[in-house]
């Protein structure tokens, strides 16, 4: 199975502070820029502004909660992006396998 890859998927989670708030919305079941803000070295305008990256690629939903917005992971997406993940890494291994064996082939020549 082929999994294509989706450049503007990984660019978006490409980034430390976004990965960080993925894991804390998954952690606390979803949050607001306001409560990322809090456990996060960044301004709340900087959590928005992520929080709108992630929104845009479909790794978080928005909910408006009165002055708020709630964001929840889309658990959908992240397993698509885990999927790719899986096959990128999955296409390194078999290739560096191929390289091992190249470089134990000329290996072997060398010492025959």
């Known amino acids: 199975m082929s999994t294509a890859i ?3 998927l990984w660019s978006a ?3 430390p502070t976004r990965r960080r ?3 804390l919305l998954l952690a606390d079941g979803g ?3 306001t409560t990322l803000s809090r456990q996060l070295p960044v301004t709340r305008q900087a959590v928005a502004k992520h929080l709108g990256v992630l929104d845009r ?3 978080v939903h928005v909910t408006p909660t009165g002055r708020e917005r709630r964001y929840d ?3 959908a997406q992240l397993a698509r992006a ?3 993940l899986s096959a990128v890494g999955a296409t390194w291994d078999a290739r560096l396998q191929r ?5 134990e082939r000329v290996q072997r020549s060398k010492q025959g």
């Open 82 to 84: 885990i999927a790719q």
């Open 99 to 103: 390289i091992k064996r190249i470089a």
């Open 13 to 15: 989670v490409g980034d």
């Open 21 to 23: 708030m993925l894991d």
């Open 31 to 33: 949050g607001t820029a």
């Open 57 to 59: 690629v479909g790794l």
């Open 73 to 75: 992971v889309d658990e």
């Open 6 to 8: 989706d450049d503007d």
